[in-house]
């Protein structure tokens, strides 16, 4: 699978951001979709993680309440909704695609490109 993240940008604390990433063929559904973030200089880390379904997902403490991931199976899309934006949610997103729902980058598969989002103070 193919996957292309768009809808960074610059927005300033307290705005809010929607990403999408979009997948390339058929089984898409068949994929646990996850977002992760990575700070310059700092390693890449978990944000957000969504089942086959859509019925089971999982946030890291940082941004749990204010950020949420959604999936249309028959867009083949996934989402983040980032709501009340802070500094430190400076980074370039990243989602990805794996089988199994968990935190760790080493479990997908597959990455996007990444989405850069800066937030100003």
């Known amino acids: 699978v193919q996957l292309q993240a768009s809808g960074g940008g610059l927005v300033q604390a307290g705005g809010s951001l929607r990403l999408s990433c979009a997948a390339s063929?058929?089984?898409?559904?068949?994929?646990?979709m996850g977002w992760f973030r990575q700070a310059p200089g700092k390693e890449r880390e978990f944000v957000a993680v969504?089942?086959?379904?859509?019925?089971?997902?999982n946030y890291a403490d940082s941004v749990k309440g204010r950020f949420t991931i959604s999936r249309d199976n028959a867009k083949n899309t996934v989402y983040l909704q980032m709501n009340s934006l802070k500094p430190e949610d400076t980074a370039v997103y990243y989602c990805?695609?794996?089988?199994?729902?968990?935190?760790?980058?080493?479990?997908?598969?597959?990455w996007g490109q990444g989405t850069l989002v800066t937030v100003s103070s």
């Open positions: 063929g058929r089984t898409f559904s068949s994929y646990v």
């Open positions: 990805a695609a794996g089988s199994v729902v968990r935190t760790s980058p080493n479990a997908y598969n597959y």
């Open positions: 969504i089942s086959r379904s859509g019925g089971v997902t």
